[in-house]
DNA sequence: CGAATTTTTGAGAGCGCTCTCACGCTCTCG
DNA sequence: CGAGAGCGTGAGAGCGCTCTCAAAAATTCG
């Protein structure tokens, strides 16, 4: 607007530079000096109360907000945690971030979250806005993962949590979901079932944790030699299982059982098979993994694996806010899914179609 | 550890105090002044590709990486948004959110998130936080609102964008969705299929925006007066949506049809019909709002009304990155929902059961 | 009532960075 | 060959806050 806005110092007069209260113009209308403002702004009791009610007068006067990145700087400890997921749509991360987030809120923390849409570029960058953030601690539950990450992280003096990809380290702990043990007991309970043509839905296979669990249903379903299987893989989501679904018939192959990496592909599959006209369970049966609360709204509900993600979540706060003594070791923790049986599986069909 | 460690100058060998490397530290190794390296890392091109590379290599070998608050402090611009929403859970939200995340990491912008949970308080709470980051833009999209907030807002002088709850402003600007427009349109659509007997299922009726929708109802339903009605209230969510429905009909209210507030209670509602073996859409039909992805996964899927969450995510982008001129008058964009017929809804049962 | 405490307050030095100036250097050109 | 133009660089002043240290004010007590 005003063309001649200079940068000269408005001296005095400086109101109409920028637009936010400052709390030295605080302490200049509280006539007091700004150590006292600070002291009534972080509660200190050893403010005398009339003093106290005119600073707090004259931050009201002035619409006066804190400046977080200065408070920061000048040494306050944060209070802010970095969060970094796969997929922020996949219920499974959102659950854990919410169940994190509502700990954190409690505790006075918050959590400022990051997606990186399964590209490792993007991890890499998003760890390195968190450490830019100075957060003080950093979850990271992803599937995609950079050797070099470990080491940058390493470097740092900050308590790091991983999901799955991570190894135990000085501040590091990772939380191990045992994926093969839930593996083997859908396995184990479709095969009871009479299942013998079975498929594996998937999602990126470039990311070894992916590659993993594709490669454990492989290894899983070996032991059965007379189960045939077939694996496939698409983005993840309710579309991807869809169009997973779509490719295995497309292929000739006609499972009695597909195995899905998780529920929020398993939306899809089960969509797929029903505008084919195909029945749940009678002739497929269909799982996931991680029980999604949607899960058991689905039509049918959905069979799945357990994995306690409130109880991760929470765990992630525990252990990203420790005193650092508690950890300086680095641990693992072991989570076993457990088998939820609902209506999406059933005895595999008597004839083959 | 260190006992003795007091807050004496160590001089020279400030190694052992803050972990992280400071620019100071770059600067020295790499035998510059502090300006250089700001130049190099901020790619200013007035840098000898000598100087570039020697001051490259400090930074690599002290894993230097630059505290983000400082920066900011010194005067960087922000290239962070902030977003405050309802209730993260709820597939609508989360759209919004990954809409204007997706163009915001696309610009070189990053957006944080805060969940109120509906909770005004909270609200309050979640916008000092945002202004306390000094955010370069901040997207309300919410259901409660405070009158206070408005006047907090009006203050700063900040892009700000409302969903819904909002009045246009200086520097502010509401994306109102012509509600009363959409349920029009359910409710003639139902009332064309032979419907007489209608619920609605809404969610927090302390809220008045959502209070408000109720009473769209209301007003609607009463222009048909041979038309039967009732409403009841739970929490936000497919659980919510399943005790919705038990309510309903624990009250010996048999509705033909089923209006609901959003998709996400939808989805109980149908569930719980279905546990009961009420057959969707030969007895009850279901509506729902918003048109999830997720709507048309379910069995049967959902007939709604479509919002372009996505639309709305990029427009709220470039609203509150937009040249402050562009903005300065304040406005209103206006939505219109669409119809959007899928399986659960179909024509009245014949006779009353 | 003055000394000894205790409580309340202020001055000022940073925190780690950006940015403005001004300076030195290398070129160009008259 | 000297003046002027550019480019590359360094010095240093903040940004808005917290915190230490010491001084000032209030309170207590012999």
């Known amino acids: ?201 998937g999602h990126h296979a470039s990311l070894s944790p992916l590659q993993e669990r594709r490669r454990t249903f492989l290894q899983m379903v070996r032991r059965y030699p007379d189960v045939e299987h077939v694996t496939v893989t698409q983005a993840d989501g309710p579309a991807g299982g869809r169009a997973a679904m779509n490719q295995l018939l497309a292929m000739g192959f006609r499972p009695t059982a597909v195995v899905c990496v998780n529920d929020f592909m398993a939306i899809g599959v089960l969509r797929e098979l029903r505008d084919r006209g195909i029945q749940v369970p009678e002739e497929v049966s269909v799982t996931g993994f991680d029980n999604i609360a949607l899960a058991e709204f689905l039509n049918p509900s959905l069979t799945t694996l357990n994995i306690p993600r409130r109880r991760i979540g929470h765990m992630v706060f525990e252990l990203l806010t420790a005193p650092p003594e508690h950890l300086s070791m680095g641990q693992e923790i072991v989570i076993e899914p457990e088998l939820v049986v609902r209506e999406s599986t059933g005895p595999a069909p008597q004839r083959a179609l």
Chains 1, 2 share one sequence.
């Not at 979250?113 to 968190?130: F, I, P």
């Not at 990809?165 to 093969?180: D, H, L, S």
């Open 1 to 201: 607007m005003d063309p001649k806005s200079s940068h000269a110092p408005t001296s005095d007069d400086d109101r109409s530079r920028s637009r936010v209260a400052t709390l030295q113009q605080v302490a200049r209308l509280a006539r007091v000096s700004t150590a006292t403002v600070s002291r009534v702004l972080n509660n200190s009791p050893r403010v005398r109360e009339e003093t106290r009610r005119r600073v707090l007068r004259a931050v009201r006067q002035l619409h006066y907000l804190p400046n977080y990145h200065a408070r920061l700087l000048a040494g306050a400890k944060t209070r802010t945690l970095g969060m970094i997921v796969s997929n922020i749509e996949n219920p499974f991360f959102l659950d854990i971030f919410c169940a994190t987030e509502a700990r954190a809120q409690q505790a006075g923390y918050e959590v400022v979250v990051e997606n990186t849409n399964y590209d490792r570029q993007r991890l890499l960058e998003s760890v390195r806005s968190m450490l830019a953030r100075r957060v003080a601690g950093l979850a990271i539950i992803v599937s995609e993962i950079d050797p070099q990450l470990f080491e940058e992280l390493s470097q740092q003096n900050l308590p790091v949590v991983f999901y799955d990809v991570g190894r135990p380290g000085p501040n590091m702990t990772n939380i191990r979901v045992r994926y093969e043990k839930g593996m083997q007991r859908v396995l184990e309970y479709l095969y009871a079932l009479g299942h013998r043509r079975m498929a594996f839905v």
